[in-house]
C-alpha cells in the first residue's frame, strides 16, 4: 500500500499560493510553509521578494530550501 500513502501525503502537503498538490516543493526557512518552485518563482518576480506567507525577505527563490 506504498502508493496509498504517498497520495494520502500529496493530499496533505499542498501549495498555500495555488492550493495544488506540489510541484518541485519548496519550503520557506521562515515559516515552513511549502510551495511549489514555479508558484514561489512567479510570486518574487512579479509581486515581491518576500514570502507570501510571512514577509520574510526571499531575494530569489533559490533561498528557499529544496525539500527532499
Ligand atoms: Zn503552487
Ligand atoms: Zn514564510
Redesign the pocket.
Known sequence: MDEQSVESIAEVFR?F??M?K??DARLCPHCSKL??F??IRRWLTEQRAQCPHCRVSLCHPSQSAVVQ
Open positions: 501549495c499560493i495555488c495544488e506540489l510541484r510551495c511549489c514555479s508558484c
